[in-house]
C-alpha cells in the first residue's frame, strides 16, 4: 500500500530573480529544497506573528491590572445595533 500523505495545495507564485536567487541559497545553506524552504519561512512567520499578538496581549492586560490603562468599555446595548451614516460634510442620514 502507498504510503498516504497529507493534503497539500498547489501554489504558483512569481518572485525576482534576486529573491529566488536568495531563497535557493538558503535552501542549499540549510540542506533542504526550494519548496521546503518557502514553506519554513511561511510556518515560522506566522507562528512568530502569533507569538508577537500574544506577548502584546498579556502586556496590556498586565498594564491594566496594576492600573496604567484602563480598558475600553464596551457600547451600550441600544447603540450596540443602531448605526448612523456620517457623509462628508457631518449631516447624518
Known sequence: MPEQRAPHVKLNLRLSPALH???QQAAKRNNS???QEITERLERSLDQNLEAATA???FLDKLASAGFI???KPPPKDEQSSFTAH???????
Open 87 to 93: 457623509p462628508p460634510g457631518g449631516v447624518s442620514v
Open 70 to 72: 484602563i480598558p475600553p
Open 56 to 58: 502584546t496581549a498579556v
Open 33 to 35: 529544497n526550494l519548496q
Open 21 to 23: 536567487r536568495r531563497l
